[in-house]
C-alpha cells in the first residue's frame, strides 16, 4: 500500500482516490501522525497544503524516518518542503500560479516521467516557487513558468529514491497525471494493483471472520448502499449470527418498506422488520418545529432498536456503514484538526449497552462501496439509489406530520421518482424529492372550485450534497408529473418546482 501524509491540500483525498484506481490501496495519515513503516508500506506520498513553507507555522516534520526508508512523492508543497529541508531554496512569489501549464523542458525521461510527452500538460497551484534544488537531487523538469517542475534525487543519495513535483498529477487537468502516478505506485514503488473490489471483499470477509468469530452483531439497515453493503460483507462473514433491523418510522417512500425488505430477503439477510409507524406518528403529533422532529425522529429510532435488542442478551458488537470521508481525520487552514463524524445513528448505544463497533466499509469511498456492492451482486436499486435522509419524510412535510398527510407525500412522490426512472433522469439527479407545503391554493377543476394542498419537487446535481445545484430537468418531464400528481392525488391541486441553488438554499427544506 501507499502512504499519503495529508498536508490539507483539498486534493488529497483524489490523490487516494486516483492510487486506488490503479488498484492499489491507499491510506491517508495527518502529516504529523506517521504509522511506523512496515514492509506493507511501499511508498509514501506527501501532499500540497494551503499553507506556504516560509510561513512561521508552516506544517513541518522530520523527514528523517520517511526519505530513504521507502520511494518518496512530494507534491506541490510536498516537493517544496522536501525541497527546502535538504537546503535547497524556496520562494513566496508574487502571485500565485493557479491553472494549466506546458512541461516544455524534460531534462530526463526518467522512471517517472516515463511515456510522459514532452509537453505534457499540468494543473499548477502554489504560491511558493523553488528557486534551486539541494545538491543531491537533480533536476527532470520544468514549465515555462518555472524552472523547477520536476526533480529527483541522485542516484545512490539515499537507500530508497525521492522525487518530487510541483504540479498536481491526481487533478484530470494534468493529462498524464495518471500515468506519472502509476510510474511511481507501480514501477518506482513496486505495487501490483492487486487491490480490487474482489480481493476487498475475500480479505474483508476473512478479517470480519477473524475478529468477531461466533459472537454476534447486531445492526439497524436503512435500505440505503452503504448499510446494506456493510451487512452483506457481515453476512458472508458470520452468517446469522448477524442480526439485522430495518424499522418502519412511517416515514419512509411509498412501498418502501416492504421493497427493501423484500431485497434484503433475496439477499440472504437476517433482517427483522419492525413496524414502529404509530408510535412515531403519536410522538409527532402536534410538532411543527423541524429540529423538534429530528430530535423525536432520531430518539424514537434509538428507543426501538433498544428495545429490539434487549432480546438478544450477550451481543458483543454493532456493525455499521460508515466509509472512508466520515473517518478521514482532516487537516485545515486552522491547523490539523480531528472531524471525525461517525455514522451513530444509535447514538450513544454503543456505550451504554457496551458494545463495540464494527465498521467493515471504513476505508472505501462512496464509489468503491458501490463497487464491492457490485461485486456482491447486490441489486442496481439499492447501489444506485439516491441519498434519502434519516427522518425520512417527517422534515418533507413542512410543520405538523399526520398519517394522512404521509400518504398524500408518498403517492405525490412516487409519481416523481417513477417518472424520473421512465424519463431515464433518475440516474441523471443526484437526489430527488417532493415537499408537501403547509399551504392551501385556489384551483379549479371541472367545474368546481378546489382549495388544496401544494408539493414542491426538488431535485439536485451534487458531489457530496455540501453544495448543489437544482437539476435543469426538461420542461416535458416537468409538465407530465405535474398534471399526472394533480389529477390523481386527491388533495393536490398545485405543484411548483424548487429553483434553489445550495448554498444559500439547502437541499432539504426544514
Ligand atoms: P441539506 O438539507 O442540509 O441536506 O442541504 C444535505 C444532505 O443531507 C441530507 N439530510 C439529512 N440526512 N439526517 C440525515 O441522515 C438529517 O437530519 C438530514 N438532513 C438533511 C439531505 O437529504 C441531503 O442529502
Not at 545538491?135 to 530508497?160: H, I, P, R
Not at 430518539?299 to 460508515?322: C, D, H, M, N, S
Not at 409519481?415 to 424520473?420: G, Q, T
Amino acid at each position: 500500500k501507499i502512504l499519503i501524509l495529508d498536508f490539507g491540500s483539498q486534493y488529497t483525498q483524489l490523490i487516494a482516490r486516483r492510487i486506488r484506481e490503479l488498484n492499489v490501496y491507499s491510506e491517508i495519515v495527518p502529516f504529523n501522525k506517521v504509522p511506523h513503516l512496515d514492509d506493507s508500506y511501499k511508498g509514501v506520498i506527501l501532499s500540497g497544503s494551503p499553507f506556504s513553507v516560509t510561513d512561521e507555522n508552516a506544517l513541518k516534520i522530520d523527514l528523517e524516518p520517511i526519505i530513504g526508508k521507502k520511494p518518496v512523492l512530494g507534491v506541490c508543497y510536498g516537493a517544496q518542503y522536501i525541497a527546502q529541508y535538504y537546503g535547497g531554496q524556496v520562494q513566496r512569489s508574487e502571485k500565485r500560479e493557479y491553472g494549466k501549464a506546458k512541461l516544455h523542458r524534460i531534462f530526463q525521461q526518467d522512471g517517472l516521467l516515463q511515456d510522459v510527452p514532452i509537453d505534457s500538460q499540468v494543473w499548477m497551484s502554489h504560491g511558493d516557487t523553488i528557486m534551486s534544488i539541494p545538491e543531491q537531487f537533480e533536476l527532470l523538469a520544468g514549465t515555462e513558468s518555472v524552472n523547477v517542475a520536476a526533480f529527483k534525487s541522485k542516484d545512490g543519495a539515499y537507500a530508497a529514491p525521492v522525487y518530487c513535483i510541483q504540479f498536481h498529477p491526481e487533478v484530470t487537468h494534468s493529462l498524464d497525471g495518471a500515468t506519472l502516478l502509476r510510474n511511481f505506485v507501480v514501477n518506482i514503488a513496486g505495487c501490483h494493483g492487486e487491490w480490487t473490489p474482489k480481493s476487498f471483499a475475500e480479505h474483508s470477509v476473512a478479517e470480519l471472520k477473524e475478529k468477531i468469530g461466533s459472537e454476534k452483531v447486531l445492526m439497524a439497515l436503512s435500505g440505503g448502499v452503504d448499510s446494506t453493503v456493510a451487512a452483506t460483507l457481515l453476512d458472508r462473514a458470520i452468517g446469522d449470527n448477524l442480526i439485522c433491523f430495518f424499522v418502519d418510522n412511517g416515514l419512509l417512500r411509498k412501498g418502501e418498506y416492504q421493497q427493501v425488505l423484500d431485497s434484503y430477503e433475496h439477499l440472504g439477510l437476517n433482517v427483522h422488520g419492525i413496524d414502529a409507524k404509530n408510535h412515531f406518528y403519536e410522538e409527532l403529533k402536534g410538532v411543527t418545529n423541524p429540529e423538534a422532529k429530528r430530535k423525536i425522529i432520531g430518539r424514537l429510532f434509538i428507543e426501538v432498536f433498544e428495545a429490539e435488542a434487549a432480546k438478544y442478551p450477550g451481543v458483543k458488537w454493532l456493525g455499521q456503514g460508515t466509509i472512508y470521508p466520515d473517518v478521514i481525520e482532516s487537516v485545515s487552514v486552522h491547523g490539523p484538526s480531528v472531524t471525525i463524524k461517525s455514522h451513530h445513528n444509535v447514538g450513544g448505544l454503543p456505550d451504554k449497552m457496551g458494545l463495540k463497533i464494527v465498521e467493515p466499509l471504513r476505508m472505501l469511498f462512496k464509489d468503491e462501496v458501490r463497487r464491492v456492492g457490485k461485486e456482491l451482486e447486490i441489486p442496481v436499486n439499492i447501489l444506485q439509489r439516491h441519498p434519502f435522509p434519516g427522518p425520512g419524510l417527517g422534515i418533507r412535510i413542512l410543520g405538523e406530520v399526520n398519517a394522512e398527510k404521509v400518504k398524500l407525500l408518498q403517492d405525490a412522490d412516487a409519481i416523481y421518482i417513477d417518472n424520473l426512472r421512465k424519463f431515464g433522469l433518475y440516474d441523471q439527479v443526484w437526489q430527488a424529492g417532493t415537499i408537501l407545503l403547509p399551504i392551501q391554493s385556489v384551483g379549479v377543476m371541472g367545474d368546481e372550485r378546489t382549495y388544496e394542498q401544494a408539493v414542491a419537487l426538488r431535485a439536485v446535481n451534487s458531489v457530496d450534497g455540501m453544495t448543489a445545484e437544482w437539476s435543469h430537468l426538461p420542461y416535458e418531464f416537468l409538465a407530465k408529473v405535474s398534471s399526472e400528481i394533480i389529477n390523481n392525488v386527491k388533495g393536490i391541486n398545485r405543484v411548483v418546482y424548487d429553483i434553489s441553488t445550495k448554498p444559500p438554499a439547502t437541499i432539504e427544506w426544514e
